[in-house]
Every structure is written in C-alpha cells, then in structure tokens.
C-alpha cells in the first residue's frame, strides 16, 4: 500500500471512458463539471465517446508521453452467465474480433493476412489494484452481439470474456506511446438474444464508480 501511495503521488493517469453516465459518480465525488476533457493535478478525464473510431479520435487528440497510465473505465456485457452482473472485471487482453476477412465459412484475422494484428494485451499493471476483480479477455466490436447463431460463432473463435465497444482501441493507442493500460469493465448484461429488462445498468455504473474513487483516491 506504501507503494501505491508513493506510486500515485509522482504519476499522471489518463481515465479514458466513453460516456460520462459510466463516470457521473465520480465525477460528483471530485466535484468536476461533466465536460469532455477534465484535467487535475493527479489524473485527467477524457469521455471519447462510443465506438473505437471515436475512442482512436480522441485518444490521438488527447494522449502523449506526459502520462504514465491509461485507466479504461466502463460497462461490459459478458459471455460468462456464472459471472453476476455487477462484477467487475480486469481485461487484460482486447481483440478486434471484426478485424479480417471472410473466406467463406471462415474468418481470416488480420494477422494472418500480413496486415498488422488485431489483439493486444495490457502491460502488467505498475500499481495493486483495488478489490476483487476477476481477469479476462475481452473482444472489441462495432456491433453487439444479439444473435445467438452468431454469439455462438464469436465464442469459439476467441472464447473472450467480457465485449465492449472501445476497449482494442485504448489497448492500441497505449501500445504505440508504450504507456501503460488498465482496463475495468463492470458487467452491465449477459451476451445473448437482446433483452434490456434483463440488463443492470444502475448496479454495473455504482460498483465501477466506487472502484475508480477507490482507486483515485487510494483510501
């Protein structure tokens, strides 16, 4: 715990969400205005917005090397029905799942095409973090998953844990400045045939918001 302190004192953390409903509590806990770029003496926030295009857009307008971690904050939906909604999950492999080619009944990634590579994996994290996380893959889509042919499709090609919008994309941009990520997803509904009463919202936005003040303020 003397470490995290010493740690947090003397570096500069980029809190990277995509909503500022996923952050509004703590954005009230440090009495910050709900604005798009915020900037602190210990940490600055960037709502990107949703999707990995607007997230690339962002970050390549936002970050540099003045920071020394990238803290991904948000909500999730998961593969994995054992998991409660609520938990919150540390993903520390993203993959674009999208990013490829079709060869007939197969999918060909990028990778394999001699075009770059679509998964990337965080660095091992320079301070503890807080609470009881579970760990995970995660994949990165442009569209959710509502199908069950197709989720069933998604789970034996990558066998990911957690799916989120953004998540690749703020892997790829820490590994091209070599900074850093952390990515907590709060697992907000299932993956499965779209079915919003089922979804916990509220329960995933409070437990990730009470595990960043956590964090932030190292209590």
């Avoid at 409660?84 to 540390?90: A, S």
């Avoid at 941009?173 to 089922?198: D, T």
């Amino acid at each position: 715990m003397l470490q995290n302190l010493f740690y947090l004192s003397i570096m500069k953390t980029l809190v990277v969400a995509a909503t500022h409903a996923e952050l509004h509590r703590l954005f009230a806990h440090f009495e910050l205005p709900e604005e798009n770029f915020i900037q602190t003496p210990v940490f600055d926030i960037v709502i990107t917005g949703v999707g990995m295009t607007a997230t690339a857009f962002s970050l390549g307008r936002t970050l540099n090397n003045s920071y020394d971690l990238i803290l991904n904050l948000g909500i999730a939906g998961c593969f994995d029905y054992s998991v409660p909604l609520g938990q919150l999950v540390h993903v520390t492999t993203e993959t674009f799942s999208e990013l490829g080619a079709e060869d007939r009944d197969s999918f060909l990634p990028i990778a394999d095409l001699g075009f770059g590579k679509s998964t990337y994996q965080s660095a091992t994290p320079p301070i503890t973090l807080p609470g009881h996380l579970l760990t995970g893959s995660g994949i990165t889509v442009n569209t959710v998953h509502g199908n069950m042919d197709s989720i069933r499709q998604i789970e034996q090609r990558f066998h990911p844990l957690t799916e989120s919008m953004e998540g690749a994309a703020v892997f790829y941009a820490g590994e091209q400045l070599n900074i850093p990520v952390v990515q907590i997803r709060s697992i907000s509904n299932y993956v499965e045939a779209r079915n919003r009463e089922s979804w916990k919202i509220g329960l995933a936005i409070a437990n990730l918001n009470s595990w960043a003040i956590d964090f932030l303020t190292n209590d």
